[in-house]
């Protein structure tokens, strides 16, 4: 274990931090005296400047390229249905590289980004997104599938009855109505759940089923979800391209 520095206020030129640790020996003229035992004197001055004078040339030699229209074709790909998980998949980009072009370090906007960043997001083409096929474990969005459960519930049955039935983890249901994905397995199963019971009442011969469905309408009335909710958005996505 590493001890605390034993002087961290050693900011004058004179007064010099002392190295503690256990298993490391920082002397002093060493950035790593500089940084984490924070000396400020000369020699450990020096030998931090010396380090970024001899590593400014890695940034500089670095090819970049303005961020807006990666940005864009994000969007694009977006809007055709690809998941940050598929154009991770095709692109070969970290998801959290995405993530920052799209929507920047903690909300800020990045105005460039790496010259091979942009090179390998507009390199995925149409044909690569028709013939994109994802596993059983690529994670998606669900918006689908999240409707799907929002009708069974509004209908009466509620996230335990829908995992005793499907097979599907009732904390995956909770977590699909909480506005988060799942995998495209259980997409699958959740929709061929959500075609078998759309048109059926939950039972209610017990007290115990009768409290599950109670829960499940008062959670779907609270919400403001109807049994409805997937042929409505169908709907609406067709009012749209007719207009």
């Known amino acids: 274990m590493t001890s605390t520095p034993s002087r961290p206020s050693a900011t ?31 020699p450990c001055r020096a030998a931090n400047r010396d380090y970024f004078r001899s590593t400014a040339h890695l940034t500089r030699t670095l090819e970049w390229a ?8 994000l969007l694009q790909l977006r ?8 154009i991770s998949d095709l692109s070969g980009l970290q998801i959290t590289a995405l ?10 906007t990045v105005k460039r980004v790496l010259a091979s960043t942009a090179d390998a997001i507009n390199a995925v083409s149409y ?51 909480r506005g988060l994905g799942t995998t495209e397995e259980m997409r ?4 061929a ?20 469905v109670r829960r499940a309408l008062r959670r779907a009335a609270e919400n403001g979800w109807t049994t409805t909710m997937v042929e409505d958005a169908e709907y609406g996505e067709y009012d749209e391209e007719a207009a």
């Not at 004179?14 to 004197?41: E, F």
């Not at 993530?99 to 800020?108: A, E």
């Not at 759309?198 to 009768?210: A, M, N, S, V």
């Open 127 to 177: 044909k690569d997104i028709a013939a994109y096929s994802p596993t059983d474990k690529t994670r998606i969005e669900g918006s689908v599938a999240r409707l799907q459960t929002m009708a069974l519930q509004a209908a009466g049955w509620c996230s335990e009855d829908l995992a005793e039935r499907s097979g599907v983890g009732k904390q995956t249901f909770n977590r699909l109505l």
């Open 79 to 86: 809007e055709a249905g690809l998941t940050f998980q598929a």
């Open 12 to 42: 004058d030129e004179t007064d010099l931090a002392v190295c503690n640790c256990r298993k490391a020996s920082h002397n002093h003229g060493t950035r790593d005296m500089y940084g984490y035992h924070r000396c400020r004197c000369l």
């Open 193 to 212: 759940l959500y075609q078998e019971l759309r048109w059926t009442d939950p039972p209610q011969d017990t007290p115990l089923q009768r409290t599950r």
């Open 66 to 73: 303005d961020a807006e229209p990666v940005r864009q074709r």
């Open 99 to 108: 993530k920052t072009v799209l929507k920047g370090p903690n909300g800020r």
């Open 188 to 191: 699958r199963q959740i929709d």
